[in-house]
């Protein structure tokens, strides 16, 4: 796609392609340095920093599989031979001594098997009466015993460099004695919300204001992937304390957003405040929602602060902030840039609308009654709309050229729900 011959801009005159805008974020950041040691309690959604090893075998023991006889035999069991039974093993308490041939003893779930011991009976194949143990039914050739280094060897990776700490990888850290970890530095976002017509939640609403939501939005969205907004301001359409919010937040921030003021209106400052200050890399994306977006830096060259400004718009806002801003945090931290996973999926009903620009429809997963993937759009797909966010599981990749879909139409969509461990 070329750029019109009459336009200064650096990128066609209806936008820059999400992924052409994608990579030139991506290709003008570099990880943050800086790290610091956390209690592992507290290193959830944290970045590692650096690779942790095992410093010892976990569980350190073989332990038995399920309740039952641990036995010491140098061939497989057969119904009906009986063995002594001399003694109990239990997590905590081990049997103290080595178990000698066509002994057995007592053994619970977890527990250590004594030396000597070859196997582990299943209770439900055998009878016992305090003092001695028989075997009722026929053997599998599975001991029922856990290795030593089931969970880890000693010296073996648990957790390498760059990986965003989930509950399983605490869990596992922890089965193997890890007490803390050193983390990668969150970077520090300074969130700048502009509009003279908002007013807080909660307050009285004069003639035309709405209630500011942007802000909201945006910090709990960076809180549920991990992020954290470091300082938030709103400020009214004022270029003067725009300028001066836009340097102060570069002082003292890593990455500054904004939300609103980027179009091309009368009290749009944002754009040319930023040129400004600093420059601006492109500006407008042939996206709906979301043309009105601008990435730049604030202060001179490569070392001024980047800067991301999103539309005004909630969700143009939102969806913008999951393609282009979650990306650059991610490489700011120094995790992998992962975008949001991908499947295809059938409409469950027919779609309306006028084609044009690529469009990110919010959507809610279903299953068919043939077990395949559908996509519900439900309501208004207007980008002012909040409520078209509220229990989207997908985002429908449209392409710019189709109009309305026939229900059936398969499309790829963006998975929204995030993943447990």
């Given amino acids: 796609m070329s750029t019109s011959a009459a336009s200064p801009e650096p990128y066609p005159r209806e936008g820059l392609p999400l992924e052409e805008a994608r990579r030139q974020v991506l290709a003008a950041l570099m990880p943050l340095a800086g790290s610091e040691r956390l209690p592992l309690q507290q290193a959830l959604g944290r970045v590692s920093a650096e690779p942790v090893l095992a410093t010892e075998a976990v569980p350190g023991f073989r332990a038995s599989i399920m309740d039952g006889y641990a036995l010491a035999a140098a061939s497989v069991p057969q119904v009906g031979h009986s063995w002594p039974l001399v003694g109990r093993s239990a997590p905590g308490a081990p049997y103290p001594r080595t178990l000698a041939e066509g002994e057995a003893i007592r053994i619970l779930t977890g527990a250590p098997l004594p030396e000597g011991a070859t196997r582990v009976l299943p209770q439900e194949l055998v009878a016992a009466d305090g003092e001695r143990l028989s075997l009722m039914r026929e053997v599998g050739p599975n001991p029922w015993i856990r290795a030593a280094d089931e969970e880890a060897a000693a010296g073996q990776e648990l957790l390498g460099a760059g990986v965003r700490l989930g509950p399983a990888d605490l869990g596992r850290l922890a089965s ?64 003067a304390a725009l300028r001066a919010a836009l340097l102060e937040l570069a002082a003292g921030c890593d ?10 209106g009368d009290s749009d400052w944002i754009r040319p405040l930023l040129a400004e200050l600093g420059s601006v890399a492109f500006w407008k994306l042939f996206l709906k929602p979301g043309r009105p977006f601008a990435f730049g830096r604030l202060g001179d060259g490569g070392a001024g602060t980047p800067f991301f400004g999103l539309p005004g718009n909630p969700v143009a806002a939102a969806i913008t902030a999951l393609q282009l801003l979650l990306p650059a945090l991610q490489l700011l931290e120094g995790a992998p840039v992962q975008p949001l996973p991908r499947l295809k999926v059938r409409l ?72 447990i461990f």
């Fill in 176 to 239: 193997c004695g890890v007490a803390e970890l050193v983390v990668r530095r969150r970077p520090r976002v300074g969130l700048l919300i502009t509009g003279d017509e908002l007013v807080p939640a909660g307050s009285a609403r004069g003639p035309g204001q709405i209630w500011e939501s942007n802000g909201t939005l945006l910090v709990a969205l960076l809180e549920r992937l991990g992020l954290a907004v470091a300082e938030r301001r709103v400020v009214a359409d004022q270029p």
């Fill in 348 to 419: 469950a009903a027919d779609l309306k609308r006028g084609s044009g620009r690529p469009e990110l429809a919010r959507a809610r997963l279903q299953v068919g009654p043939d077990g395949e993937l559908l996509a519900l759009v439900g309501g208004s797909q207007a980008s002012s709309r909040i409520g078209s966010l509220q229990g989207a599981d997908l985002l429908l990749e449209i392409p710019a050229e189709l109009g309305t879909l026939a229900a059936g139409t398969e499309l790829w969509a963006q998975l929204l729900r995030l993943p």
């Fill in 255 to 264: 990455l500054v957003v904004s939300t609103g003021g980027v179009s091309a």
